[in-house]
């Protein structure tokens, strides 16, 4: 068993290239939660849906969100009642915030949901939200505290940030499937998702850190950045603002002991050697995903 | 300024029968909420949408229900998802009930909510719900207690009802807008909806019917009945399950001494003198609103 810790986007390409190389039910994503958010009654889990949208083949991979087919006729309508309409939903993508809101209101944990959905939509992957309580990441910044996706869709992550908190995260708990997940695999994974807002709300969960930091061999982690700059969203902008060098080896200094190798891209082949004398190993391969021979050889490093 | 108890279909039809022969601002709808449910954590309110659909000219006449040209993408995929798609919510629709949920959340009251979709959509009847309190209305059947949407839409209501209750009604508080209009209106109609299920919640909640007690002459009601048969919906079974002659005697009698003044359909003529005999003032005419001119002539009855 393998075990990814996953934010959306870039953690959703790497299980899709993981499930080429290796059977997908030896494979569990631990998935951030910290940008859920309750918009018109409906609990939305950004990262999980992208993850599960991806490995079920239905994601818009031209665009880079959404699904393939969508319609916005919900959308177009509210806008026209003057409705909240910068996030946008598509039809099809309402119906899994349907779903799980009923089923939440009906009891059934986030954990429950995603396996509901996962199963019906074919994705053999293990989903595992981090936790099954709240927890929100928001933004210190100089128009004051933002929510996760009002930093991220309304300001367009375009604003500068002073610091990120995990509301919620001290008194969260992980769930007893992920920290069995996270003892019980060969391997943890960090995927290439942003360190600040995707990866770092799951290790402020009680319990996770204490969990992993046991096993520093079996932790690999891939870079989410490539000369510098991270092939979408703002994890560069984001680390310089928090003091961080905004390349690989400021990823390496914001994660620190609690890596074992570093899967870092053939660009950055040059930081080898200083991320090596901070006494980690180091492997280089292309981290680009875009091709799927790429996306197999970096998924094969991981694995191997 | 004229105010009309309503329920969804016939109350709408009314109003908008009514809107045709008098200034539409003069006009009040104090609507029902006893059948608003909370649905994939959306709040929807029936016989609220009802009312200013068909006022703003969107519903779907032919159907009966719904929206005209509405689809059905969200729950085409809620329904592959394995949701709860029994109560079938069109694209168009859920646009409504997203509006209203987030405003919701965002401490908006339903009588705000109600003037806000109302003014957005054109429809100038001043829409208020009978109370911003929750209410509930219940059937205790040989199947045990049912929702109003369990008995409504999933039974079709082919369930015998032994009682209606209305939870919450008792400690429920009309507002102040109904209040008001129930006191300052130069006349109190109620529409032809179903007594028990429609027209009974908005009395029970405390307030309404101490209100309309002090103006028995001021009140005109419009019978839901033609020839002891509804034309749509379960009145006269129920007034038959619940002890009532299952005709407009049984809902003249359900009234009792509330009502002044009866109008009742042309093929109930002969109960115009038992009518009489009970102390009611009453008046024949068409009731049936499916011709444009018979609607006018009905509209006329109620206002002259």
């Not at 609990?43 to 994601?59: E, S």
């Not at 996706?149 to 992550?157: D, G, L």
Request: include cysteine; charged fraction near 25%.
């Amino acid at each position: 068993m393998i075990t990814v810790l996953s934010g959306g986007v870039g953690a959703a390409r790497l299980l899709r290239a993981m499930s080429v190389v290796t059977d997908p039910v030896n494979l569990v994503a631990v998935v951030n939660v910290g940008d859920d958010l309750v918009l018109h009654g409906l609990t939305i889990c950004p990262d999980l849906d992208t993850i599960t949208y991806t490995l079920a083949g239905l994601n818009n991979d031209e665009a880079g969100w959404g699904l393939r087919g969508e319609t916005w006729r919900v959308m177009d309508e509210l806008e026209m009642l003057g409705g909240e309409s910068w996030f946008r939903l598509g039809d099809r993508d309402l119906a899994t915030h349907l779903y799980r809101s009923q089923r939440l209101s009906e009891g059934a944990t986030k954990t429950e949901v995603a396996g509901e959905l996962a199963s019906r939509l074919g994705v053999r992957v293990k989903l595992l939200p981090v936790t099954n309580d709240s927890i929100a990441t928001e933004f210190v910044t100089d128009l004051g505290r933002l929510t996760f996706q009002e930093y991220f869709v309304r300001h367009r992550h375009d604003v500068a940030v002073n610091s990120v908190k995990v509301a919620g995260a001290a008194r969260a708990h992980a769930t007893a499937e992920v920290l069995r997940a996270l003892r019980d695999s060969a391997r943890v994974v960090i995927a290439p998702s942003n360190p600040v807002i995707s990866i770092d709300p799951i290790l402020q969960v009680p319990g996770v850190l204490e969990a992993l930091r046991e096993r520093r061999d079996d932790i690999v982690a891939v870079s989410p950045l490539i000369r510098g700059a991270a092939l979408k969203g703002p994890a560069d902008r984001l680390l310089r603002e928090l003091g961080y060098e905004p390349t690989t080896l400021g990823v390496v200094d914001f994660y620190g002991e609690l890596v074992g190798t570093w899967i870092i891209d053939v660009a950055d082949a040059a930081l080898a050697e200083p991320i090596g004398e901070r006494g980690h190993r180091v492997v280089v391969t292309t981290t680009i995903m875009a091709e799927p021979d790429d996306a197999r050889r970096l998924a094969e490093a991981v694995l191997s």
